[in-house]
């Protein structure tokens, strides 16, 4: 982590217009507009791709990520997972303490359902909404990354694709605008928590070695 910011100023501005865009959509329309706008823009490629590409929110890349750096780097490993630790807290509080039981699209809109379009081989939920844990899930890990990533190019298509693995939740009637709104901001704030509580620590030699591979001693 060096002297370095969390996030460069780039990843800054283009952060704050995603919180303010989607922020000022959510306040401008009812709940539930957004996902009824999304999906009647149906199509076939769009059933493909995203039924394929929320997969990427559901926790196993994490755990992915999580043990290359338990092998490569132990000060990125404990970043990883006091992050993970904090974005489960935050998601288990809301989805099954403050809004346990809160109906997801396919129940909010039951009396419309017919005129729903699902994608064919999802399993569509009924209830425990707010907020989506496959978007904190994402996001969480793309602001380990960004944060760890000095390429901007890359970093760029990291939030991109974060911000499609919530927009999939939307499309595939797993989640509304709300819930990958905040998912998505509690992500954020575990990374950037994490990333404070590890960044005492970035000059130990000790963590900067992994399990199975370790930087040579300068002599």
Request: charged share 25%; proline share 12%; no cysteine.
């Given at each position: 982590m060096e002297n370095r910011p969390f996030i460069d100023k780039g990843m800054q501005w283009l952060v704050l217009v995603y919180v303010l865009a989607f922020g000022v959509l959510m306040l401008m329309t009812n709940h539930g507009d957004f996902v009824l706008w999304l999906n009647d823009r149906h199509t076939s490629f769009g059933d493909f791709f995203f039924q394929y590409w929320t997969y990427l929110g559901d926790g196993v890349l994490l755990a992915i990520v999580a043990l290359y750096f338990l092998f490569t780097n132990l000060h990125k490993f404990y970043y990883m997972l006091i992050a993970i630790a904090l974005q489960t807290v935050f998601v288990h509080i809301f989805k099954q303490w403050l809004f346990d039981?809160?109906?997801r699209?396919?129940?909010f809109?039951?009396?419309?359902?017919?005129r729903l379009n699902f994608v064919e081989g999802v399993n569509t939920r009924g209830f425990d909404s707010f907020p989506s844990g496959h978007t904190a899930s994402a996001f969480t890990l793309a602001f380990v990354l960004i944060s760890i990533c000095k390429n901007k190019t890359l970093n760029v298509l990291i939030f991109i694709a974060a911000v499609l693995v919530g927009i999939s939740r939307v499309y595939i009637l797993q989640h509304f605008l709300r819930d990958i709104y905040i998912g998505s901001v509690f992500g954020i704030l575990a990374a950037l928590i994490?990333?404070?509580?590890m960044k005492p620590y970035a000059d130990r030699p000790k963590l900067q070695n992994g399990l199975l591979f370790r930087k040579p001693s300068k002599s």
């Open positions: 039981g809160e109906p699209p396919k129940t809109f039951a009396d419309q359902v017919d994490a990333w404070y509580i």
